[in-house]
Structure formats: structure tokens, C-alpha cells
């Protein structure tokens, strides 16, 4: 799949790249996709919510009435969680949510996710920039030149680029991440995915083993 290059002011260039039908024009995934989604949203959990169960709450260990003969079912402490102010029966407590998936699934999800950009026109190829100093209006006016300063937007970066990435960092609807750093759940969440010219070849080397 032949993609042309554009310049920051959204201005085809006389540069085109070819894009890997192995990661960019494979039929999509959906349930691997489905997994890593849920992968990601579960490691994003702290998993530290924790409710206080009967051993833990402070009270009378008293028998609060007589075992038989009241017509009321028996009861052995105020703490039970049968009672106003005893502790939760079966809350919640810390716990992990991640769960591991193999890595062959997560390539797959990938390069589904970017077969569907690439498929639906959301995706862009745009040549290596960079800024002088760190400005958040330098980035609005590339994402207007590109035609998507009012879209989600994800920017995928060859190789370390601090400048540009602290220029995203107060918008809300734009993110700047590395090649290494993309996920299923960025690219799926973006309305729009920008590839830097020069991060075409990590992302061909990190998925294509």
C-alpha cells in the first residue's frame, strides 16, 4: 500500500512510502483486539479499594440477646453485617486485575487496529519535524495544516523528540508517544493516527517477528 507524504501544512510532498500489507492490509481481529483492550484498561486499575468485614469492625463482642424462645432469628454479635454498623459480608479487598496474554496476540491486535486507520482513511504519514523550543501553538497550527486540530489525535514519533512532546502535553484531544510505547488502546481511541516518516521502520521491526 502505496501512502503519499505530507509536509506539516498538510501539503503533499514529492516523497512516498510503502506500507507493509503485513500490519497495515490484514483483515482485522476483533476479539484480539477485544483482549488487549481490556488488558490495558485493567492494568490501569489500582486495585486498592477495601471494605472493613466483621474481624475488623470496633464493637461489643457481647451476645446481644438469648439464643432461643425470642421468635427472632439467632444472633451472636452487633458486628455481624446483618446489622447497622456491622462489617460488609464478602467486600471488596486489594487486588491486582492485569492478567498476561501471549505476545503473538498483542502483535495481532496491533496490526489490526492499524489496519482498520489505514483502511478508513485515518491514517497519515507526515516527513520528520521538530520544534526550536517546546510551544503549544506550534502544534495547533501542524494539526491545522493537517486538517485535525478538532479530532483525537495520536502522533507517533521515529525516535525521542522532547520538544514536540512537551507541546502536546495541554492538549487535550492530541498525544505524542514513541513507536515503542504504541498500544491497541491509543490508536483505537484516536480518531486520527499521524506517523512520522521516521517511525515507519520501528513500527515494521517491533511487529513483523
Same mark, same amino acid.
Given at each position: ?100 496474554? @501471549? !505476545? *503473538? =496476540?498483542?502483535?495481532?491486535? %496491533?496490526?489490526?487496529?492499524? $489496519? ?5 482513511? &485515518? +491514517? ?36 525521542? @523528540? !522532547? *520538544? =514536540?512532546?512537551?507541546?502536546? %502535553?495541554?492538549?487535550?484531544? $492530541? ?5 515503542? &510505547? +504504541? ?27
Amino acid at each position: 500500500m502505496k501512502v503519499a507524504v505530507l509536509d506539516i501544512k498538510g501539503k503533499k510532498t514529492s516523497k512516498e512510502v510503502t506500507l507493509s500489507d503485513d500490519i497495515f492490509g490484514i483483515e482485522p481481529n476483533n476479539h484480539a483486539i477485544y483482549l488487549d483492550v481490556k488488558q490495558f484498561l485493567a492494568n490501569q486499575r489500582q486495585g486498592t479499594h477495601k471494605a472493613k468485614e466483621r474481624a475488623e469492625i470496633t464493637g461489643s463482642t457481647r451476645k446481644i440477646k438469648k439464643q432461643k424462645g425470642t421468635g427472632t432469628a439467632r444472633a451472636g454479635s452487633i458486628k455481624s453485617g446483618v446489622f447497622k454498623g456491622g462489617g460488609r459480608m464478602f467486600g471488596p479487598r486489594p487486588r491486582n486485575y492485569g492478567f498476561k496474554l @501471549n !505476545k *503473538n =496476540l498483542k502483535r495481532l491486535a %496491533r496490526k489490526s487496529v492499524l $489496519s482498520q486507520k489505514a483502511k478508513n482513511n &485515518e +491514517l497519515l504519514v507526515v516527513e520528520d519535524f521538530n520544534f526550536d523550543t517546546p510551544k503549544t501553538k506550534n502544534l495547533i497550527d501542524v494539526l491545522k495544516g493537517l486538517g485535525i486540530e478538532n479530532k483525537k489525535s495520536l502522533i507517533v514519533l521515529g525516535e525521542s @523528540n !522532547k *520538544n =514536540l512532546y512537551l507541546s502536546s %502535553r495541554n492538549l487535550k484531544t $492530541s498525544k505524542v508517544v514513541n513507536h515503542t &510505547e +504504541l498500544s491497541t488502546y491509543d490508536i483505537l481511541n484516536a480518531n486520527n493516527l499521524v506517523l512520522l516518516e521516521g517511525s515507519l521502520e520501528g513500527i515494521e521491526s517491533n511487529l513483523i517477528k
